[in-house]
């Protein structure tokens, strides 16, 4: 019963997916960009649709960390423009604080504030950057942890939590101020085993809101259940891009082959 | 085989070692021959000193006398305290006239009303009260000490500061007993219980507005006679130059700090070569730089005192140390910290005052309080360019003719002072340290 409900759901979101698909919300042009000798990103093209979900992998140092931190700005590219939800990223630092607030970010340090408590870091950003009222903040705030199924901890700080609850903390967090876009950047890694799955699965749950992301992960049996596409990185170039069926039974270049047999 | 024990291994005593006196001694003071003896020798200096100390100091000293002479009558080997309690006055409060002490005690009693509500629990709005005591009470105390004609400016900070510290005092109170804010404690007067915030905040600003207006009616019918700052001297003299000092540099230090972190090439170019300049010269020249170098580049006529370019001296000075203390501790702050604070939306002054400062100043408590331990010590080379401060006043005693030659008491005395004041200001940032980092384990 409960499984043709979920195929059922499934089946709208992915109706709702090709609808929306139409629509380009980030687009890399030609984007160069070097850390002073080292190219690290060599003439990127992309386009991501709304609720798109991306995953990004690649060998250590291929550039897919830097090619997400790109898309808010935590890193400047030198060459080419990328396009966010219809803002080009540039010098304009009005532009900037503006596409933050459009998109979420989840780390693999979680950088959640110490300082804080659960529920003060979920406000901080909806308080301040968005003028939200406080109490609407808070309310708000409680229904994503409870999405995230912490609402208990609350009024914890993030030293007393585990690793995995303070990875949906962050989710929960970056939720909190409704972004359009939700980047991940190897949100399992930093995590002990048996607690990659508590996140996987939140992961799991927002993907089928219909949300776009894009996720740099090794994880590849999320990468089977969840991704649209699967964009393998290695030395700064995009080396192929696949449906993730296509990608892991056939892929078809060398480097890609070589680096699955690595990993699986 | 393998041997499985059913139940765990009970405890077994501490061995004696850790548990007994006799025990510890054994193992600390006299684990060899060697230690042993050296154990015994320092307790032998150590008894010497102390027993020298006590005979001089108390055993043998004069309380009371009225002339050095008289001392030396009466036990020439112990120390003559009577000569510091003759000049006690002179100590704390240099020369200021005998008849408005009062003035001086109103004004560092106000202080500490002022401060109070910071400590109690239950009290909301902290940070307005330790603003206000930053930018209102230098106002009402500077008014204290000096006096004299109020120019209107001066009038309005004055009636400011007299409202702010009645507020504050109130709105402590009603806090400390109810827990309440003062606006949510004025409009439950008039009635209007779960009112709106807005005619919350309307009925506030009122009242403060018509107390505004009685307490400058009212502090036009007075003033005080005027204090010449050459009258200023003793240890309040050295609380004047190191609280402005103390109040001024944390602040100037965080603006310094960050400019010199800053993207922009013109602002970080002129805080790291401010901050370079004054570290690299020794406090003293850098009073003697203000108190007579600078007016040779002003132009003729303007005539600043000597004690405020004192006082701006040691506030820049004492600056750029602490701007080298913030950008340490902002260093101690991971790049995260400030991406998490980024991808959430919040700008560059956003950033730091809520997520980096606070974290950044908790790691920063122990330097911060070294700098104004340091600071509070160095005031003292005021003295130098011709301030009467405490350690000034304390020498002027051996030449004072019934005291004459009275040089070792005073200073000694002198070392209790600032050993005091400066062993609280340390206990007290230990005790700020644990209670800061008891509500997080990170």
């Not at chain 1, 803002?87 to 009005?94: D, F, G, P």
């Amino acid at each position: 019963m409960t499984e043709t409900k979920t195929q059922e759901t499934q089946k709208i979101n992915e109706q709702l997916a090709s609808a929306a698909s139409t629509e380009v919300i980030i687009e890399f042009n030609k984007v160069n960009k070097w850390y002073a000798d080292f190219h690290v990103l060599r003439d990127i093209n992309l386009i991501v649709h709304k609720g798109e979900r991306i995953v990004v992998c690649g060998p250590s140092g291929s550039g897919k960390s830097t090619l997400i931190r790109c898309i808010n700005h935590l890193e400047e590219h030198q060459e080419g423009s990328i396009v966010v939800d219809g803002i080009t990223l540039n010098q304009n630092l009005k532009n900037i604080d503006h596409i933050r607030t459009e998109v979420g970010m989840v780390f693999q340090n979680f950088n959640l504030f110490p300082h804080l408590t659960i529920l003060e870091n979920l406000t901080l950003g909806p308080i301040w950057a968005r003028k939200m009222p406080k109490a609407d903040a808070q309310a708000n705030a409680m229904k994503y942890l409870e999405r995230v199924k912490i609402p208990e901890q609350a009024d914890k700080f993030p030293g007393q939590l585990s690793g995995g609850q303070q990875q949906r903390v962050a989710i929960a967090r970056s939720l909190c101020m409704n972004p359009k876009i939700m980047l991940f950047d190897e949100p399992t890694s930093a995590l002990d085993p048996e607690m990659i799955k508590e996140v996987l699965d939140v992961m799991v749950e927002l993907a089928d809101t219909g949300m776009t992301m894009i996720v740099v992960t090794h994880e590849m049996n999320f990468a089977k259940t969840i991704a649209d596409r699967v964009i393998f990185m290695d030395a700064g170039d995009i080396v192929e891009e696949n449906a993730p069926s296509e990608f892991f039974d056939n892929p078809e270049h060398e480097r890609t082959k070589k680096f699955l047999d690595q990993i699986l | 085989m393998t041997i499985i024990k059913a139940s765990p291994t009970p405890a077994l005593p501490a061995p004696l070692s850790e548990t007994s006196v006799i025990g510890w001694m054994q193992k600390n003071l006299f684990s060899s021959v060697f230690n042993g003896l050296l154990t015994i020798a320092a307790l032998y200096i150590v008894y010497m000193v102390v027993k020298g100390m006590w005979v001089w100091g108390i055993a043998d000293a004069v309380w009371v006398a009225d002339s050095r002479r008289e001392c030396f009558s009466i036990n020439p080997d112990g120390a003559c305290w009577a000569g510091i309690f003759a000049w006690v006055d002179n100590i704390f409060y240099g020369r200021y006239p005998r008849e408005e002490l009062w003035r001086v005690n109103l004004g560092i009693l106000s202080l500490f009303i002022w401060m109070i509500p910071l400590w109690l629990p239950r009290v909301k709005a902290k940070i307005s009260i330790g603003l206000t005591t930053v930018f209102l009470y230098p106002f009402l105390a500077g008014y204290l000490f000096s006096g004299g004609d109020k120019g209107i400016f001066m009038q309005i900070m004055l009636t400011a500061a007299i409202v702010c510290l009645a507020g504050n005092t109130i709105h402590a109170t009603i806090g400390v007993f109810t827990g309440r804010s003062l606006p949510e404690f004025l409009s439950s007067l008039f009635g209007k219980k779960n009112v709106h915030e807005k005619t919350q905040r309307n009925i506030f600003l009122g009242i403060i507005a018509l107390s505004f207006v009685s307490i400058y009616v009212w502090q036009m019918s007075w003033s005080l006679g005027g204090v010449s700052w050459t009258k200023w001297g003793g240890l309040f003299l050295t609380f004047v130059v190191s609280g402005i000092g103390i109040a001024s540099a944390l602040p100037l230090g965080i603006i310094l700090a960050l400019g010199r972190r800053s993207k922009l090439q013109v602002a970080r170019v002129l805080c790291t070569s401010f901050i370079e300049l004054f570290r690299s010269v020794p406090l003293i020249t850098v009073l003697f730089m203000a108190t007579t170098m600078f007016p040779l580049f002003m132009p003729e006529g303007f005539v600043l005192n000597r004690l405020v370019q004192v006082i701006i001296a040691v506030c820049l000075f004492n600056a750029c140390y602490m701007a080298e203390t913030v950008r340490g501790g902002l260093q101690t702050i991971p790049r995260g910290q400030f991406e998490g604070a980024h991808t959430v939306g919040l700008g560059y002054w956003q950033t730091m005052g809520l997520v980096i400062m606070p974290q950044a100043l908790k790691h920063m408590i122990p330097n911060i309080v070294g700098n104004f331990i340091s600071l509070l010590k160095d005031t003292t080379l005021v003295s130098i360019i011709g301030l009467f401060d405490v350690l000034n006043m304390l020498r002027a005693i051996g030449k004072d003719r019934t005291w004459l030659g009275l040089h070792i008491e005073p200073l000694v005395f002198g070392a209790l002072l600032f050993f005091l004041l400066c062993f609280v200001m340390s206990k007290y940032s230990r005790h700020l340290e644990e209670k800061l980092s008891t509500n997080q384990n990170n």
